[in-house]
């Protein structure tokens, strides 16, 4: 079963902009007022970006890259709300959307399930996430993480392959992520599945989730958005935590995500643990700070497990470059950074990473 696995996917604001049919552009920050800004910072360290675009656009080298590798499931965090709805919420420093009509880019790169526990999917309010999920649906993209009750939000998307199985997508998001805990959903509230903290009582809830769905030949994918923006150091706690999610709820994928850059990956007993995927697209081009961290690349993961018990087989890695607002095939120079950066988090994780001759990087573990 080959799994592609991306980081965040943040269809929002400049990016919004240059597809056909955009928002408003007004926005509520304390230095940018207007969308376009952003279109005109990309612009600044790119050159001219030609719009309006079509909807496949922003996929770029990846859609061609991802048609040949062939995944069953195609798994992302969607760090943006789908809506033209104006009511944003208070107090929030960024406010991400994009339009319903503009969502078809979700469609042109054939997503599966799109994690939305994460710290911009209420944006725009209760009524932005309900539209966002209205048109993941009409769009027959599955979609786990939120929901109109708190037994929504814990539900999983889930991806039948037939006689092979199914994948099983969970999605939870942390305040340490800066996932607002006023969005967890409730009884009488839609929201998101919080994950308030990294106990053992939330592993314990999140396995009777997974096991009241499970089936034989299931594959189980936790999306967790956690953590800071940046830095590459991972918390002890959260080692502890992804160990247990596999060790006692059955889990078999950690897809973690809220880093602007990749982090290091570790595999315990045979399931891969992604701290941390970095960026999928965002609008960030031409921003400046933080330029150590080259947020600018990413990686595009696919993941092959077996089944029945899953584990891990391969982990290949596509090295990616956001240019122009839309994503692009890493050079050679910049894989060789990735690999570095990989290999050198890994270290203490027990990982490393290889570079081919192809431009892929494969992870190799002991």
């Given at each position: ?30 230095f ?20 309006p ?46 339009s ?6 979700l ?7 799109c ?8 944006d ?19 979609h ?12 999983p ?9 199914r ?10 992520a ?28 999140l396995g009777?989730?997974i096991?009241?769905?499970?089936r ?5 994918v ?11 150091d ?6 502890r ?10 889990v ?9 850059h ?66 692009t095939?890493?050079g ?6 990735l ?12 990982t490393?990473?290889?570079?081919g ?10």
């Amino acid at each position: 079963m080959l799994l592609f696995l991306g980081g965040d996917l943040m269809t929002g604001r400049g990016i919004d902009q240059v597809l056909p049919a955009p928002c408003d552009p007004t926005l509520h920050e304390d230095f940018v007022r207007d969308a376009r800004v952003y279109v005109e910072l990309a612009e600044r360290a790119s050159g001219p970006i030609a719009r309006p675009r079509p909807p496949a656009d922003p996929w770029g080298d990846l859609a061609g890259e991802l048609d040949q590798a062939g995944p069953d499931a195609r798994i992302v965090n969607l760090e943006t709300s789908i809506t033209r709805n104006d009511d944003f919420w208070p107090g929030k420093a960024v406010h991400y959307r994009m339009s319903p009509e503009n969502a078809a880019c979700l469609t042109a790169g054939r997503l599966d399930v799109c994690a939305l526990a994460n710290n911009h999917v209420l944006d725009w309010g209760r009524a932005g996430l309900d539209d966002t999920i209205a048109t993941l649906d009409r769009l027959a993209i599955g979609h786990a993480g939120a929901g109109r009750d708190h037994t929504a939000a814990d539900a999983p998307a889930i991806v039948d392959l037939g006689a092979r199985g199914r994948v099983l997508v969970f999605a939870v998001g942390s305040p340490t992520a800066g996932v607002p805990p006023a969005w967890a959903a409730d009884d009488h509230h839609s929201g998101v599945a919080l994950l308030p903290d990294l106990t053992m009582d939330r592993v314990r809830a999140l396995g009777r989730h997974i096991a009241a769905v499970r089936r034989a030949r299931d594959v189980v994918v936790l999306s967790i958005h956690w953590g800071p923006n940046w830095g590459y150091d991972i918390d002890a706690a959260e080692r502890r935590f992804a160990a247990a999610l596999i060790d006692e709820a059955g889990v078999d994928v950690v897809h973690g995500h809220s880093s602007h850059h990749v982090k290091g990956i570790e595999v315990h007993r045979g399931r891969p643990i992604l701290y941390g995927c970095g960026e999928l697209l965002d609008d960030y081009e031409g921003i400046r700070g933080y330029e150590e961290y080259r947020a600018d690349l990413g990686l595009a993961y696919l993941v092959t497990m077996t089944a029945a018990p899953a584990h891990l087989e391969r982990l290949t890695m596509i090295p990616i470059r956001i240019r122009s607002l839309r994503i692009t095939r890493a050079g050679r120079t910049a894989a060789r950074w990735l690999r570095d950066v990989l290999s050198r988090e890994g270290r203490p994780l027990g990982t490393r990473a290889e570079l081919g001759p192809d431009g892929r990087l494969e992870l190799r573990w002991t």
